[in-house]
C-alpha cells in the first residue's frame, strides 16, 4: 500500500505540475509592448501569426477582439501587420511571441535531425562507458550487449519516475545469468549514473567559472546559480573522494557501524558493491573522462534542438541550463519526469531572455526526440530479442 500511495503521489505531482505549466504557455501569437516606466503590465495585441516569425517574413493579422492599449502604428482591430511595418517599434521595445502551435509549426528539420543525431552519439559513448564500469566490477560484457540495454533502459524510461527510472531496469537486465557479483553488476548503473551527473555539473561549473573570470564588475549569470552548481559540485567530487578513501573509512568506522543500522545486511552489500571502484581508480578516472565528449554531445543535442524552435539561446547558457535542469530532473518526483523538466526548462528560458513557452515547446520536442523516440527504438529491441521471455522474468523477481 506504502508504495501505490507514492506513486498516486507523484502522479499527482506531474498533473499539478502540467497544469502549471499549461496555465504558463502562451497559446496565441501577440505582440508585446515595452515595460511601462512607472511599472504595471506591458501592452499586447493579439493575433494570427503567419510565416516564418524567426525572419522578417511573416505577417500578423491583428485580432478584432484585441483591446488596443495604446495606438501601435495606427493598428486597429483588423489590421494586418509586417515587419517594415514595426521597424521602429521594435526599436523601442515592441516583441513579437508566437504562440506555441506558431513554434512547433516552425520547426527547422535540419536542427531538429543535428540534434537527434548527436543524442544517438552520446548513447554510443553511454554504452562504453558503462562497460569501462562493468569491467572494474569484474563484468564482461560486450559493447552492443551494453548500448541494447541502454536502449532498452530508455523505453521504460517513459513510464518509471524520474528521467533515470530506466537505469533501475538497466541494472536488473545486466544481472541475468549471473551467480555471483549480482550487486556489483546492478550498482555499476548507480555509479555509471552519478559519474554522468557530475561530468554533466563540471561542464556548467567550466562555463559559470569562465563568466565570473571575464565578466569584470556585472555577474552574467545569477549567484545563486553559480553557488548551487559549485556547492553541487564541491559536495559531489569532496563525498565521492571521503567515501572512497580507506583512511577515512577506517577514521569513522564504516565497516563497524554500517551492519547494525535498520536494513544493514542489504546496506553493507551495496557498500561492498560500491567501495570496488577504489581499487580501479584508473577506470573511474576513464570512466569520468568518457563523460565529458558523452555530456557535451548531451548539450549539443539539446541547443539544437532549441535552434530547431528559435530558442534563441547563446550555447554558453544552454550549457549552464541544461545541466541543472537535467540533474534536478533525475529526482524521481513524477513518470518519466513530464512536468518537472517542462516547468524548470520553461523558468530557465525566461530567466536567460527567451520565453516561459519556447523553453516548454524545447523541452517537449526534446523529449520526444531523445526520450519517447529513441526509447520506442528501445522498446522495439526489446520486444525482438530472443531473451525477452527470461528479461521479463529477471524483472519480475529483481
Known amino acids: 500500500m506504502k508504495s501505490v500511495g507514492l506513486t498516486l503521489l507523484k502522479i499527482a505531482i506531474a498533473v499539478l505540475l502540467t497544469w502549471y505549466v499549461l496555465g504558463q504557455i502562451e497559446t496565441r501569437d501577440r505582440l508585446v509592448g515595452p515595460k511601462p516606466e512607472g511599472g504595471g503590465d506591458r501592452a499586447e495585441i493579439f493575433g494570427d501569426l503567419s510565416g516564418d516569425w524567426r ?5 500578423f493579422r491583428c485580432s478584432n477582439q484585441t483591446e488596443q492599449p495604446s495606438p501601435l502604428l495606427g493598428a486597429a482591430p483588423n489590421a494586418t501587420l509586417q515587419p517594415a511595418d514595426l521597424e521602429g517599434a521594435f526599436a523601442v521595445g ?48 560486450s559493447i552492443g ?14 513510464v518509471m519516475p524520474g528521467v533515470t527510472g530506466g537505469d533501475v531496469v538497466r541494472g536488473a537486465l545486466i544481472t541475468r545469468g549471473l551467480e555471483q557479483d549480482r550487486w556489483k553488476a546492478a ?15 563540471t561542464l556548467a561549473a567550466v562555463v559559470l567559472a569562465y563568466g565570473l573570470l571575464t565578466s569584470g564588475e556585472e555577474a552574467p549569470y545569477p549567484p545563486y546559480l553559480s553557488q548551487g552548481v559549485f556547492l553541487f559540485l564541491g559536495a559531489a567530487v569532496l ?11 577506517d577514521a569513522i568506522g564504516i565497516e563497524r557501524w554500517l551492519p547494525k543500522l535498520p536494513g544493514g545486511g542489504t546496506l553493507t552489500k551495496i557498500d561492498q558493491g560500491l567501495a570496488i571502484y577504489r581499487h580501479s581508480p584508473g577506470r573511474l578516472a576513464a570512466a569520468y573522462l568518457m563523460s565529458l565528449p558523452l555530456q557535451v554531445c548531451g548539450v549539443l543535442s539539446f541547443w539544437a534542438i532549441g535552434e530547431a ?42 530567466l536567460f531572455g527567451s520565453s516561459f513557452t519556447l523553453g516548454v515547446a524545447v523541452s517537449i520536442l526534446f523529449r520526444l526526440t531523445t526520450q519517447l523516440g529513441f526509447g520506442l527504438i528501445g522498446g522495439m529491441v526489446w520486444v525482438a530479442s530472443s531473451q525477452r521471455k527470461e528479461e521479463v522474468h529477471t524483472l519480475s523477481s529483481s
Open 55 to 59: 525572419t522578417t517574413d511573416w505577417v
Open 309 to 350: 524552435c528559435g530558442a534563441g539561446l547563446r550555447l554558453q547558457d544552454d550549457f549552464v541550463i541544461f545541466p541543472v535542469v537535467q540533474t534536478i530532473s533525475a529526482i524521481p518526483l513524477a513518470p518519466a519526469g513530464w512536468g518537472v523538466g517542462e516547468t524548470l526548462y520553461g523558468h530557465s528560458f525566461r
Open 145 to 158: 550487449n551494453a548500448l541494447r540495454l541502454c536502449f532498452v533502459g530508455y523505453f521504460f524510461n517513459n
Open 239 to 249: 563525498g565521492g573522494g571521503a567515501y572512497l578513501s580507506q583512511r577515512v573509512r
Open 187 to 201: 550498482l555499476s548503473v548507480v555509479v555509471d549514473r552519478l559519474i554522468g551527473l557530475v561530468a554533466l555539473i
Open 94 to 141: 515592441w516583441e513579437l511571441r508566437p504562440g506555441f502551435l506558431a513554434i512547433v509549426q516552425g520547426i527547422q528539420p535540419n536542427w531538429f535531425l543535428g540534434g537527434a543525431a548527436l543524442w544517438g552519439v552520446l548513447l554510443v559513448l553511454a554504452a562504453v562507458r558503462w562497460r569501462i564500469l562493468l569491467r572494474a566490477a569484474g563484468i564482461e560484457t
